[in-house]
């Protein structure tokens, strides 16, 4: 079971920011914070990960609150292009059965003119 | 591009035919990963490779499934005898080792089954 809660959409204008935002209340001290997003009909990309400090890379910034409980995700400027369904995962570091990705259903953005 | 390439991209086939999926990992990724995807859900996690050496599978995976990566570069993932639940996006991901390596996905294969 997916061990995250998100959103199921949310909208913005083209632009401006899009804050994402993400509850897993449930991490471990070692579960390291993932997202990626999927645009329609294509394979999930990924954008970003962090463990407790914030990240920032040129997609986007990850923001943790300090207990760990919740993160956001920002696109700075979002574009048309950014309109997809957003995953945030929690996963432990290590190989085998800890690498694999447990996906939710996600957080539909829609990036509007 | 050297991304993660799956072909076919879509397969439409009859119940109880037998099809194939191939992956071609990054090159120097030694993970490569398996997933299925339905309408409306997140990617459902079946299977992984750590070079050739399948090293997990997920209760997703019935034995109508098979998956290989004889050389442990690509990889082939068969399903037998078809069902209309088989129905689903097949993804393939890889990732280089390392403790928290991100996975690279590929476009997916979109299975149909009439």
């Known amino acids: 079971d997916a061990k995250t809660t998100q959103p199921t959409s949310m909208d913005c204008a083209e632009g401006r920011a899009a804050n994402l935002p993400c509850n897993h209340s449930t991490i471990s001290g070692n579960e390291y914070v993932y997202w990626y997003r999927q645009i329609h009909s294509q394979g999930p990309q990924y954008i970003i990960h962090?463990?407790?400090n914030n990240e920032t890379n040129e997609m986007a910034s990850l923001i943790i609150t300090e207990d760990r409980k919740s993160s956001t995700l920002i696109l700075p400027h979002a574009t048309l292009r950014d309109t997809a369904v957003y995953y945030c995962i929690v996963r432990p570091p290590g190989a085998g059965a800890n690498s694999k990705l447990t996906f939710g259903k996600g957080i539909t953005l829609s990036v509007r003119p | 591009d050297t991304g993660v390439s799956q072909d076919p991209r879509h397969k439409i086939t009859k119940r109880g035919q037998n099809v194939t999926f191939r992956c071609d990992p990054i090159s120097e990724h030694n993970r490569l990963y398996w997933y299925r995807q339905t309408l409306g859900q997140g990617p459902e996690f079946l299977t992984y490779?750590?070079?050739?050496?399948?090293?997990?599978k997920s209760r997703l995976l019935s034995d109508r499934f098979s998956a290989e990566r004889p050389k442990g570069s690509f990889s082939t993932l068969e399903i037998q005898r078809t069902e209309q639940g088989d129905s689903a996006m097949y993804l393939c991901?890889?990732?280089?080792?390392?403790?928290?390596?991100?996975?690279?996905f590929g476009p997916g294969t979109r299975l149909l089954v009439l």
């Open positions: 490779f750590q070079n050739e050496a399948q090293l997990e």
């Open positions: 991901a890889s990732s280089l080792e390392g403790a928290v390596s991100s996975q690279y």
């Open positions: 962090g463990l407790k």
